[in-house]
């Protein structure tokens, strides 16, 4: 790999119970800019898999009993680890994932930002005392860590998501065992080096990789030791992970797919709408759960916003991200840059317009323009499905009830956006929209201190903030009798 000052951090095995895990089957990690092979990874295969869950049972009690001043020190040193291997974590993750270096670098540092943030959090999961319904009673509330949590994580963040349930995970007193994608594992790997470094003990924090995404997943969603389940994925995939934790009625937190509107009214500032949407719909190529599906724009200045769009686009950079001065990275696979290409040509026959991009670009296999579509309706594929690439679809409205009820016309409820500068109409629309997360006059809304999650099938449960911990712990209820005998 290229650019990697500290060489430890380029790991080819699983982490289970602080030992890297050897095997005999390997898989190619390549590069989506050229296709090309990055190195080999071995296969943990579910042998492997069922070796962390029994190194994370054993050492979960120990992991528990710490204070939670004791986890938040190892949790801070972990923190400080990576922000000072930032630039080498940037550089591995932009050639196995594809996004610009700049936008690498700031996913590190965002997912850094949780092992600090619940390197505090944890010493706050507090208890509570319930007044009695006799004098010789006490009612006292425990919160107590859950115990083994199994995580399956995405490709398009692939340090974020693993630092973000694992941070908060372990300052609860849980032990982790996550299984990355297949397409992206070199990261999870670096950040267990790190860990290690850290003094994350043994069995604590596990990272099990292989191509055998269903067998594992099956396992870890069925295994009577695991406690805890959490994904970040489609919602056809979470649906069935669901399923199957159900056998042992595991405690589950799903960050699923999503339609995210993007709506501006008349009264917005214009330019500031252009900057939030590149902001949130073309970072990353448009790969992101919470990026702007739909464009919802207001018909008196539907044009406007459209034009002003579109010669934002004209400057942005697409290439490898490893460039300089590169804005948009390729797509994932060549399949995911055919998918979005098949949901624009569908709309194009169903009557929308293509007035920028709107087809592969040249500079290789995986890339795709940036795109802009008008003359979109609210049923037509570019708007119904999650595109998942960087196109932006933009539907007129005439008034704010109609923004409402289009914005709220999916199955989907994560994140949400709006401009406007009228603030009565900033408390109505926030509340009316059907989200678990809106963006009012902003773009990028995703920090360590906002509860991070949806509503509807986009999910349940909550990644940050002072909420993140309810996921990791089990509410326990001691009552007291005979205090006054």
Not at 71 to 99: C, F, P
Not at 348 to 358: E, L, N, P
Request: hydrophobic fraction near 40%; proline fraction near 4%.
């Amino acid at each position: 790999m290229e650019a990697i000052r500290y060489s430890s951090l380029i790991k080819t095995q699983s982490y289970i119970n602080g030992c890297w895990h050897a095997s005999q089957q390997r898989f190619p990690v390549n590069n989506p800019a050229n296709q090309q092979c990055l190195l080999e990874v071995d296969d943990c295969g579910l042998q492997g898999v069922e070796l962390a869950i029994q190194a994370a049972k054993a050492a979960q009690k120990a992991w528990a009993a710490k204070s939670a001043n004791e986890r938040g020190n190892l949790l801070r040193k972990w923190y400080q680890l990576v922000m000072q291997h930032q630039d080498d974590l940037a550089s591995i993750l932009t050639q196995e994932q594809g996004k610009p270096l700049a936008e690498a670098k700031g996913e590190i540092a965002y997912g850094a930002a949780f092992l600090d943030w619940f390197a505090e959090e944890g010493k706050r999961c507090y208890g509570d005392v319930i007044p009695a319904p006799a004098d010789d009673k006490r009612i006292v509330v425990l919160k107590q860590a859950v115990g083994v949590v199994a995580a399956v994580t995405p490709w398009n963040f692939p340090n974020a998501m693993i630092a973000r349930k694992a941070a908060a995970a372990l300052a609860a007193g849980c032990t982790f065992v996550v299984r990355p994608a297949q397409l992206t594992p070199i990261s999870a790997l670096a950040l267990a080096q790190l860990a290690e470094e850290a003094g994350i003990p043994p069995g604590v924090f596990n990272v099990v990789v292989g191509e055998d995404a269903r067998g594992m997943g099956k396992l870890l969603t069925e295994s009577p030791d695991v406690a805890k389940f959490t994904f970040t994925g489609s919602t056809a995939v979470g649906k069935q992970l669901i399923a199957q934790c159900a056998s042992t009625v595991k405690k589950v937190s799903m960050e699923l797919g999503g339609n995210a509107p993007f709506i501006v009214f008349d009264d917005a500032d214009i330019d500031a709408a252009v900057q939030g949407a590149i902001a949130s719909k073309y970072r990353n190529a448009g790969q992101t759960c919470v990026c702007a599906n739909r464009f919802l724009v207001q018909k008196g200045v539907y044009q406007q916003f459209s034009e002003k769009l579109a010669e934002a686009l004209a400057k942005l950079k697409v290439g490898d991200g490893m460039q300089s001065n590169v804005d948009i990275g390729p797509m994932i696979s060549e399949q995911a840059k055919e998918a979005v290409h098949e949901l624009v040509v569908d709309s194009q026959k169903a009557g929308a317009k293509v007035i920028y991009g709107g087809q592969a670009h040249q500079a290789g296999k995986q890339f795709y323009q940036p795109t802009i579509m008008t003359q979109v309706s609210n049923d037509m594929p570019i708007a119904k499905n999650e595109i998942f690439g960087p196109v932006a679809p933009i539907i007129m409205f005439d008034t704010e009830e109609q923004a409402i009820a289009l914005a709220n016309d999916t199955e989907y409820g994560l994140a949400a956006y709006f401009y406007t500068r009228d603030i009565g109409r900033v408390w109505r629309v926030g509340e009316a929209l059907e989200y678990g997360m809106v963006g009012i006059n902003e773009g990028i809304i995703s920090n360590a201190a906002a509860p991070f999650g949806g509503v509807k099938q986009s999910g349940n449960g909550r990644e940050g903030s002072h909420y993140g911990l309810d996921d990791y712990t089990e509410i326990k209820y001691l009552c007291m009798g005979g205090v006054n005998s």
